[in-house]
């Protein structure tokens, strides 16, 4: 036989040699959760193995991440529960939560790169991700002048790079017309451009207490049952100034990661989400998967077309990684 790609599968060496994909350190970002009070490093019930840090309480784990070559970290932060209010007012506090959380990790690692989610759900005492109108409608450009105001905060606090998680029409241009109003225009957006309404997000909301307290985000999120509409979406965002693109959740939306590589050039992003999380991480605590399960999964995310994986399982696959 002229062709026999078995050859290529003989050995180790050989198959190291032309394999495709490398899933790199380097790839990927660590959410961090941050809340209020001190003495904290609190287990998250619905997410195993991913904690609540108090601010004093992150040093160690920065350190840790940084052993592990893991470079970026993007942060949520959840504030006392009377701090929420109806146009997120904690969210742009300089002493908020996520600013101070900032400060905290620029001042233990200047070198850690320093992400945060913009959106208003984890401020909002409705936890939509925007401004109410009285009939409860997220009133869209009202809510930009809010989600920029969130934004300059994060960076005035020291943050390289925001992301934008709320999914109204026009904030990237709102986001990047106030960064650069500021003099910080060297400072990138990271859009969450094609973010659908997803059940996959439970455990996070859980985790951030940012569950809506009524209705559901499916007037601004997107609907699962589209692809078309992720182009549309990704496109807006470029022309408004968005540096990266992101496609969330992950697992369930390759195709969408896949279509998103081939119609841009920016670099991609994919949220390998809570839900994809604790759905793999309980089939291999129970013993129903063994662990490649999760290397394996996340490596399709890559293979479909993303540069850059925002992932809960970052720490143990760099210990994978680096154990290969
Ligand atoms: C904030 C936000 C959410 C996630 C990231 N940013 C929740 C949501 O939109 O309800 C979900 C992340 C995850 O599930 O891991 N809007």
Redesign the pocket.
Known sequence: MLRRPRRLRTNKAIRNLVRETKLNVEDFIY?LFIVEGENIKREISSLPDVYHFSVDMLEDEIRELKELGIEHVIL?GIPHDDEKDACATAGFDENGIIQRAIRKIKEIDREMNVIT?V?M??YTSHGH?GILDENGYVNNDKTLEYLAKIAVSHVKAGADMVAP??MMDGRIKAIRQALDKENFEHIAIMS?SA?YA?T??????EA?N??PSFGD?KTY?MDPANSNEAIIESELDIEEGADILMV??ALSYLDIIRRTKDNFDLPLAA?N???E?AMLKSAVKNGILSEGAIYESVMSIKRAGADIIIT?FAKELAKQIKNK
């Open positions: 959410p949520f989610d959106c759900c984890e991700c998680s709320d969450y973010k997803s996959f997000y439970g455990p996070f909301r951030a940012s569950a985000r999120q969330k959740p949220y989400v809570s839900g999380y809960y």
